[in-house]
C-alpha cells in the first residue's frame, strides 16, 4: 500500500543547531515533493518545492534533498531559531493531487 | 496572511444542526480545495474545484456538501454530522489543479460536533 512516514516524535533540538527532518515514501513515485510549516491553529504555509529531477534546493535558512532511490526526502534548517518551533509537513505530488504525511513537530530551545 | 479566509474559525454543532463553512479566496487562483485535519492524522482531500467545476470528490460522505459558485468562494454545507466529524476544516486554492502548483491555506475552521 501506498504510505508517507514522517516521525511522529517531536524532534527536540537546540538553538543554533540544524534540525533535520524526513520525509520517507513507498509505493509512489512523484513528480515534484513539497514541504509546508504548519503553526497551531494555523493552516500550512507553503515553503519549497523540489522536482523528481533536483537532488537539492535550498531557501536561505532551508534545505531540502529529495533522493527518488532511496525515496526519501530531507528537509534541513539551518543555524535554527525557536521561531522555527512548529509542525514540518511533506507532500507528494500524486496523479494530480497533493498527499501529505502526518508531520513532524520541531521544537527549538533557547 | 496568506489570501485565504475561513469562517467561522470556530464552530460548534449538534448532530441535527445544518451549518455552513465559507472560504474566499483573493489571489485571482482557479483551484480550490477542502481538506480535514484531524488530530495526529494526515490532511485529507475532501474536493477539488477547477473553475468552479468539480473535479474531485475523495469519497466524502454525502453528509458534507461542497458548493462553489465562482473560483473565489467555496462553502461546505454540513448537515447530520457525527462525532467523529470534528476536526480542522482547511480550505486552499493554487493557480491551477495541478500537482506542481503551490497551495495556499486558509486558518481553518475548527469543528466540533456533539
Known amino acids: 500500500s501506498q504510505k508517507i512516514e514522517q516521525n511522529s516524535e517531536a524532534l527536540n533540538i537546540q538553538e543554533g543547531k540544524t534540525a533535520t527532518l524526513t520525509c520517507n515514501y513507498t509505493?509512489?513515485?512523484?513528480?515534484?515533493l513539497q514541504w509546508y510549516r504548519q503553526d497551531p491553529g494555523r493552516g500550512p504555509v507553503f515553503l519549497l518545492l523540489?522536482?523528481?529531477?533536483?537532488k537539492e534546493k535550498r531557501k536561505e535558512r532551508l534545505k531540502v534533498t529529495f533522493d527518488t532511490t532511496l525515496k526519501q526526502s530531507l528537509f534541513h534548517i539551518t543555524a535554527s531559531q525557536p521561531a522555527d518551533s512548529a509542525t514540518y509537513l511533506c507532500?507528494?505530488?500524486?496523479?494530480?493531487?497533493?498527499?501529505f504525511g502526518q508531520g513532524t513537530t520541531l521544537q527549538v530551545k533557547p | 496572511e496568506t489570501g485565504v479566509t475561513q469562517t467561522p474559525r470556530h464552530l460548534v454543532m449538534g448532530m441535527t444542526n445544518k451549518k455552513s463553512l465559507k472560504c474566499e479566496q483573493h489571489?485571482?487562483?482557479?483551484?480550490m480545495y477542502w481538506y480535514k485535519q484531524s488530530a495526529k492524522k494526515p490532511l485529507e482531500l475532501m474536493f477539488v474545484?477547477?473553475?468552479?467545476?468539480?473535479?474531485e470528490n475523495n469519497s466524502v460522505p454525502s453528509r458534507f456538501s461542497p458548493e462553489c459558485p465562482n473560483s473565489s468562494h467555496l462553502f461546505l454545507h454540513l448537515h447530520t454530522l457525527q462525532p467523529e466529524d470534528s476536526a480542522l476544516y482547511l480550505c486552499?486554492?493554487?493557480?491551477?489543479?495541478?500537482?506542481?502548483?503551490?497551495?495556499?491555506f486558509g486558518p481553518g475552521t475548527r469543528l466540533l460536533v456533539l
Open positions: 523540489i522536482r523528481e529531477n533536483e
Open positions: 474545484y477547477n473553475f468552479k467545476e468539480q473535479t
Open positions: 489571489l485571482g487562483h482557479n483551484a
Open positions: 507532500a507528494l505530488s500524486n496523479t494530480g493531487k497533493l498527499i
Open positions: 509505493n509512489y513515485s512523484p513528480a515534484y
Open positions: 486552499a486554492s493554487s493557480q491551477k489543479p495541478l500537482e506542481k502548483e503551490t497551495q495556499y
